[in-house]
């Protein structure tokens, strides 16, 4: 029996040091070797160039790389400074362990810890405190390691895990910090140098300790020398080289653009991602960078205190350039609100999406339109809306109305397409700012009453430069993963039409005619470029806003000024105030991709127009001119003021242009004998109506012309004699008789169809 206990108990203590053996060759697990809470995030510009790196899981900046991506300087610097046995040790240094234990219980504390390469990457991984036994633990564990890894792959774990101060874990980090270049191009003296920094990151900072870390680099230095890693003249020759450290300052390009992109990411996808290579065109947006400030310096004085502009690509919808404000850093102009995406009132901008829709339900380039003091019904009640420059230009063509962005036509087109439409245009373009239904904006949606961003324009106008396609825009190339893989960055956003071809070329014709502009910006406009460019500007109510967003074939520009508390600018439209910077940093983008001329795609017609009537020309009209229709649009009847001799000779047309009216002194100019109109059965029945116009001969002085529908009085009108009138089925016969000194005058008629 006694026996028998002794061989048990010899057996339990043989089986436990079986087992304490065998426990020095279980492997670590793979998952405490992942790189992953240890790697930083880099945004890079489309090239590769760094943007912003953002702190790993562990505080700090950190990109992976192989051996073979490191100086082989830096691999023998490492082994000679801080385990010159590496290579022969089981992953203890027994003997150091020896000496390390005799001195810490002379001390009675951890004194000396006598830390292998291999022990430092365990501390690393588990991060224990400085105990006797965890001190036991990190020795089992670095034997079980080495058992693990091979001693290439322990030494590539502790390259890229230790910290070499100032957040820089990892080599790679480290040499693009100190040295702003990659650690395959370290030099052996800025090896040794960086080799110094682990032994004790904090007090061998190389910014706060420069001449200690130069001291313990001379001495890891010699001790290559000793360890015959370098032979005697290049160790001479690496004592002598000086070691220029790059400035401390952080590198933090393009702030709004990324933060912009983090905030693309789910939160719960970063800690997988190592590298994010955006759209950014680094070099095109420090120009913008400068520009905005440049332009800002002159613009100040008048109440402009920020600006913002996004460039994009017209082809890809790569956003090349995002600039948020004049300087992120600046608190006091609330320098970190990001201007490209913060909502606020568009102005004019949004004109070109309501004369879009107008033509693609029937109206031209050529169709006249009444610039008049007009009341329009709004939810708040009647709306009289204003121009810039506070008066009004009586009866023009649409190409007029929208290239000086005269309001009182726009909410005329709006009201007879109604509300909705513009509404639900703008949803498919991506405007997410209309959160109230249509009825709360109104016809006052087409002047800007709504929010909208810097970026959904941009969106917009290069729908428009596609001639109508519109695609999202694409702010990631693509994404490599903490494990070396590489993804394709955003799903590109299926291109959906969302103008015809025929109505987006004539928009672009018509904000691309500096002539058409000339009215309202003069012959000197900064929106006149020499090559081939459409632009658009816009101020919001009380001049708090002004934009200019425009486009060539292949980039599409789009600029914001003003302040962001809103503080209104003093008399500074979108002309005079982002006019000017639109204009630089389209001349730049397009210096860097030109793409000639805009397309003209198949269905475009040009016809001779008479430039008062808008329609075909008579033998007696006068400045004739051409225009751009859809085909199957252009005009089929020629102008009726041209077919009867003048009873007091030249006539004044509505809009100042000498024109020919009938004997009886008076006619109607619109609409014209035997149009036949059909009413939309989607829009509502008070947005369905037409615009009576009649002309006066110039003899004739008066302030009133009365409207006569099938007989009964309607209405009338002063100076320029246009009357809206709400459509209904049937046929009528209209007529327009004046009352003036030079007594009573009467239109010839004018029958008309509605149909249902």
């Known amino acids: 029996m ?31 070797l992942d790189p992953g ?43 000679s400074s801080e385990d010159k046995s590496f290579f022969s040790h089981p992953g203890i240094d027994v003997a150091a362990v020896a000496r390390a234990f005799f001195q810490n219980l002379r001390g009675r504390r951890i004194v000396s810890g006598a830390s292998t390469i291999t022990q430092q990457v365990i501390r690393n991984i588990w991060r224990f405190r400085r105990t006797v036994p965890a001190k036991i633990r990190e020795a089992w564990l670095a034997v079980r390691l080495d058992h693990t890894l091979s001693k290439e ?53 190389p910014y706060r300790a420069f001449a200690g870390v130069k001291r313990r680099q001379e001495e890891i230095l010699r001790r290559m020398h000793g360890l015959g890693y370098v032979d005697a003249a290049a160790l001479e020759r690496a004592l002598r080289e000086p070691i220029g450290l790059r400035p401390a300052a952080e590198r933090f390009r393009a702030p709004h653009f990324c933060d912009w992109i983090l905030s693309r990411v789910p939160t719960d996808e970063r800690p997988r991602i190592a590298e994010i ?31 913002a502009a996004v460039v994009m690509d017209n082809v890809s919808g790569d956003v090349l350039a995002m600039a948020g404000s004049r300087d992120f850093f600046d608190a006091g102009h609330d320098g970190q609100v990001n201007g490209a995406l913060a909502p606020r009132q568009p102005g004019s901008t949004l004109k070109p999406i309501t004369y879009g829709l107008g033509l693609e339900r029937g109206l031209t380039a050529a169709t006249i339109l009444e610039d008049d003091p007009t009341p329009f019904a709004t939810p708040g009640g009647a709306f009289t809306p204003e121009n810039y420059d506070e008066s009004f230009h009586g ?11 005269y309001n009182v036509p726009a909410v005329a087109v709006l009201q007879a397409l109604g509300p909705d439409l513009l509404y639900a245009k703008l949803r498919e373009l991506g405007f997410a700012g209309l959160k109230q239904p249509p009825g709360f904006y109104g016809v006052g949606l087409t002047l800007g009453n709504a929010e909208a961003t810097l970026l959904e324009l941009v969106r917009a106008y290069a729908a428009l430069a596609r001639e109508g396609v519109y695609r999202g825009e694409r702010s990631i190339l ?19 039409r969302v103008f015809t071809s025929v109505s987006a070329y004539i928009i672009t014709s018509i904000l691309s005619d500096r002539d058409a502009r000339i009215p309202s910006f003069g012959y000197l406009s900064p929106l006149n470029l020499p090559f081939a460019a459409a632009a658009k500007t816009g101020t919001s109510k009380d001049f708090r806003d002004n934009w200019t967003i425009g486009y060539t074939p292949s980039v599409t520009v789009g600029v914001w000024a003003g302040d962001f508390s809103g503080k209104p600018m003093q008399s500074v439209s979108g002309v005079t105030g982002a006019g000017p910077l639109f204009r630089d940093i389209l001349q730049l983008a397009a210096a860097e991709r030109p793409a000639g001329s805009f397309v ?31 085909a199957g649009t252009e005009p089929d009847k020629t102008c009726p003021l041209t077919h009867a001799q003048a009873a007091s000779g030249a006539g004044r047309g509505p809009a100042g242009v000498g024109t020919h009216v009938p004997a009886s002194g008076l006619a109607v100019l619109s609409p014209a004998d035997g149009d036949v109109f059909k009413l939309d059965p989607v829009l509502r029945g008070e947005f369905q109506s037409i615009r009576l116009r009649a002309v006066l001969a110039e003899g004739f002085r008066t302030g009133v012309v009365e409207w006569w529908v099938n007989g009964e009085k309607i209405g009338e009108s002063g100076p320029p004699y246009g009357l809206a009138w709400r459509l209904k089925p049937g046929s009528y016969t209209i007529k327009a008789r004046a009352r003036s000194d030079s007594g009573p005058a009467e239109s010839p008629p004018v029958r008309i169809t509605v149909l249902s």
């Open 2 to 32: 006694k026996h028998r206990r002794r061989w048990l108990a010899a057996a339990a203590a043989g089986a436990l040091l079986l087992a304490a053996l065998g426990s020095l060759y279980w492997p670590i697990p793979k998952k405490r």
């Open 37 to 79: 809470p240890v790697v930083s995030l880099r945004i890079t510009d489309r090239d590769g160039g760094l943007l912003r790196e953002v702190l790993s899981d562990e505080g700090g900046r950190c990109r992976w790389v192989g051996l073979a991506d490191i100086s082989p300087f830096l691999l023998q610097a490492t082994v």
């Open 153 to 205: 792959g322990i030494l590539l774990q502790y390259l890229n895990r230790i910290s070499y101060g100032n957040q820089a874990f990892g080599i790679e980090a480290a040499s693009r910090l100190y040295f702003d270049k990659p650690s395959s191009g370290l030099s052996l003296a800025e090896s040794a140098f960086l080799a110094a920094v682990p032994r004790a990151p904090t007090v061998l900072n």
């Open 277 to 307: 290579r955006t759209t950014l065109d680094a070099g095109l947006q420090a120009k913008v960078e400068a520009l905005i400030r440049n332009s800002l310096a002159r613009l100040e004085r008048k109440g402009v205190t920020n600006a």
């Open 395 to 405: 009866a023009i063509r649409l190409r007029s109305a929208l290239a000086s962005s």
């Open 478 to 496: 693509r994404t490599t993963g903490k494990d070396g893989k590489i993804r394709e960055g955003e799903p590109p956003v299926p291109p959906r």
């Open 600 to 630: 003209e795609p198949a269905g475009i017609v040009r016809a001779e127009i008479c430039p008062l009537s808008g329609l075909r020309p008579g033998p007696r009209c006068a400045g004739i001119i051409r225009e751009v229709f859809a």
